[in-house]
């Protein structure tokens, strides 16, 4: 599979990358097989970047993909985690629902402190049982998970220290890029106003039907050299199974007009005699400052499906014609100290 560059540091990623949070049972228990058999497909596909969290499954996903990484080559592989939330034991009449199917018993702790994103990655060594992490992305900072005033505390901690600890960490090689990991446009732009960053994961603002980042944010990340690795490039699902009873569109049910664009946007995928899918899957991959787009999937059958998307022929000017039915989320009521 082709490779690309995070930045401007050395690190190379596949083009497709396996994103964990599958792997800490969402929305449904994965048997430990399945781990295994996904993940060999995964690398049996070509993919070399993985990418997992503390967040999923609660420690969960960072396990089962050191234990499935452990056996490999170290250099023959990218792997990135996240900062921002430590884990905390806890009863298991305690562990909180958060979408995760029998996680591990802690609960969790927003920290984007200096202390807590060099504590983060200390238990993430531990939970990955591998020596090296290369990759890390301060995850769910901003108004989107947070609201106004809790993004005020959290971005200033990163600001007071945390970058500090992330630059830190990069500069004695314990890490060789970091950024942010986040479901929205503006707080990327508030960052990078302020720090350099070396990527931004960035889930479900640069796809064929949500097309946020395109206008601000894409410009800027050419011209500081961040790279953009893509996540939810489905939109939750709905790019790939269209508008059907029970379709998902940012994590709910898609609206009349979201279900009427992907009506559309289906049309010209089969008139055209490709899935829509493919098109969803390969539209990130057409902007220079894309190094990757994560799938995530605890299905082998899935995956290998996925990969054959990348591999399925869109004509070369295919993406335009979708243009009249994407959408633009409206800008949150960002709150960066100034």
């Not at 499935?68 to 884990?87: C, M």
């Not at 009873?245 to 664009?261: L, N, Q």
């Not at 995530?296 to 004509?315: C, D, F, I, M, Y």
């Amino acid at each position: 599979m082709k490779t690309r560059r995070i930045g401007r540091t050395a690190l190379h990623v596949t083009e497709l990358g396996f994103g964990g949070a599958s792997l800490g049972n969402l929305y449904q228990p994965v048997a430990p097989g399945n781990v295994e058999a996904v993940l060999d497909a995964a690398w049996n596909g070509g993919i070399r970047y993985f990418d997992t969290d503390p967040h999923y499954g609660f420690g969960l996903s960072e396990r089962r993909m050191g234990d499935f990484l452990r056996g490999k080559p170290r250099d023959a592989y990218v792997l990135s985690t996240k900062v921002g939330r430590l884990l905390r034991p806890v009863p298991e009449d305690q562990v909180p629902d958060v979408g995760f199917v029998d996680p591990l018993p802690f609960k969790l702790e927003y920290d984007y402190s200096y202390d807590g994103i060099m504590r983060s990655v200390e238990f993430s060594y531990a939970r990955l049982g591998l020596n090296r992490i290369d990759m890390l992305y301060v995850h769910d900072i901003g108004v989107y998970t947070h609201g106004i005033e809790a993004t005020r505390i959290h971005l200033g901690q990163l600001l007071d220290g945390g970058l500090k600890a992330l630059e830190e960490l990069k500069s004695s090689g314990t890490i060789s890029a970091y950024g942010l990991g986040v479901n929205e446009v503006e707080v990327c732009l508030n960052v990078l106003a302020r720090a350099p960053l070396d990527c931004i994961l960035l889930a479900g603002r640069y796809s064929l039907l949500d097309r946020s980042a395109e206008a601000a944010l894409l410009p800027l990340c050419r011209e500081r050299g961040t790279s953009l690795v893509i996540g939810g490039v489905f939109n939750s699902g709905i790019l790939a199974t269209g508008p059907v009873p029970g379709a998902h569109f940012d994590y709910g049910p898609p609206s009349e007009e979201i279900s009427a664009k992907v009506t559309a946007m289906q049309r010209i995928a089969a008139k055209d005699g490709y899935p829509l899918a493919a098109a969803a899957l390969q539209f990130p991959l057409h902007e220079p400052a894309v190094a990757s787009v994560l799938i995530g999937t605890a299905k082998p059958s899935s995956l290998e499906r996925n990969l054959a998307q990348l591999q399925t022929e869109v004509p070369q000017g295919a993406f335009e014609k979708y243009r009249p039915y994407t959408t633009v989320q409206p800008p949150l009521t960002g709150a960066v100290r100034e």
